[in-house]
């Protein structure tokens, strides 16, 4: 289905591990100005109104509306509830997962035949895009501009945020519960991003949190905009959600029999984030650099599975040892381990020093 490219236009920071590990790394509307950086957004003026008073008269700002998010505890959103002001300029971008999948550029040909996985006689593709249909309604009653995408990403696509929607699948039908990432070495903003749908989507739905981030999932090809050319900006915060397992039999009569509920989860993790960040900040938008890092000491590192002292241990790295750090929070660094195969956690940035190595290769796209 032909989708309107945004109106503003330019340009996660991606790079790769050697062996089987890899970090295919990692908007706020307005004005873009000649650098091609977007400005705030215009507040109006109401004009003077004129009195006997000797004092001059003055002009009153129009605060930026706030979006009303819909009620978690409600089976579907009130019809008849008032609506926010529009909120001009602002954009949305739900990729639909695996949704015209055979469509996408050469570039990508070899994820043509991805097509998401099925249980129950339901197709996860179809799952997502009806979902994606529901949010994007969902938004536009709160004046936000969206865009439903197919698996092609429009090159360099801007938005204020971008959310790849899509549902998990095992060989097993244990597994339960619901992922979102963000990129490798996301921007504060798509970490901001993260947080919020998190925090909504787990109120609205009440599915557990699985925690089992894949590489595919922090590697994943909408948001490698510096591998691929249909991928999102740079500057556009992003992030992937799985809203659960398909092969599990409770999780799947949920999404299916459930999906007001979902859409809200989504429409309010949107919505939270948009309410909450400061649509000035655009050093917020920018994905972080990282330097490879090694132990400072020769006794080596402990990597434990959460930015605290008192976590458990997942890897004992030797002083040889390489990480690549991706994430930064209150000076701990969160690493991929190269050649330790999967192993990804946290370490103190003052245990650690700069490695002469030449920074990862990009590693190929990727698909969930």
């Known amino acids: 289905m032909p989708f309107r490219t945004p109106r503003l236009t330019h340009t996660l920071f991606a790079a790769a591990l050697p062996l089987t590990l890899f970090m295919g790394m990692l908007h706020s509307p307005g004005l873009i100005d000649s650098a091609g950086v977007p400005g705030p957004q215009s507040v109006l003026a109401f004009p003077p109104t004129l009195t006997a008073s000797p004092i ?15 009620p978690s505890a409600q089976p579907t959103p009130d019809p008849a509830q008032p609506t926010a002001q529009p909120r001009s300029g602002v954009r949305i971008g739900l990729q639909a997962g695996h949704w015209k999948s055979s469509e996408l550029p050469d570039e990508l ?4 035949t991805s097509t998401g996985t099925s249980a129950g006689g339901v197709r996860e593709v179809d799952l997502n895009l009806a979902v994606a249909q529901r949010v994007a309604e969902m938004l536009r009653t709160r ?31 244990k597994p339960s519960g619901y992922k979102a990432s963000a990129p490798w070495r996301a921007s504060p903003a798509s970490q901001h991003l993260l947080e919020a749908m998190i925090a909504e989507y787990g109120t609205a739905t009440k599915l557990k949190q699985d925690g089992a981030i894949t590489m595919n999932m922090r590697g994943y090809f ?8 249909h991928a999102v900006a740079k500057t556009t915060p992003a992030i992937i959600l799985e809203m659960g397992f398909l092969t599990n039999a409770s999780d799947r009569s ?10 809200v989860g989504i ?12 649509a000035n900040d655009l050093a917020a938008l920018q994905p972080p650099e ?10 080596g590192v402990l990597v434990r599975a959460s930015p605290s002292d008192t976590a458990k ?27 330790a195969g999967n192993v990804v956690g946290w370490v103190r940035g003052d245990q650690l020093v700069d490695s002469t190595d030449p920074a990862p290769t990009p590693p190929p796209a990727s698909d969930t």
């Open 56 to 70: 001059p008269p003055t002009a009153t700002l129009t605060p930026t509306p706030t979006i009303t998010p819909f």
């Open 109 to 112: 040909a070899r994820l043509r």
């Open 143 to 173: 004046g936000i501009e969206v865009d439903v995408l197919p698996a092609t990403v429009p090159p360099s696509y801007l938005a204020d945020a971008f959310v790849a929607i899509h549902a998990d699948g095992s060989s097993s039908t």
């Open 222 to 229: 909408a948001f490698n905009w510096m591998r691929h050319t």
């Open 254 to 263: 949920f999404m299916v029999n459930r999906q007001d509920r979902v859409a």
């Open 267 to 278: 429409a309010n993790g949107i919505i939270r984030y948009l309410n909450e960040r400061n």
């Open 290 to 299: 990282f330097k490879t890092k090694r132990p400072a000491s020769a006794d």
């Open 313 to 339: 241990v997942i890897y004992e790295a030797s002083a040889n040892t390489r990480l690549f750090p991706f994430q930064e929070r209150d000076g701990w660094l969160q690493v991929v381990v190269r050649g």
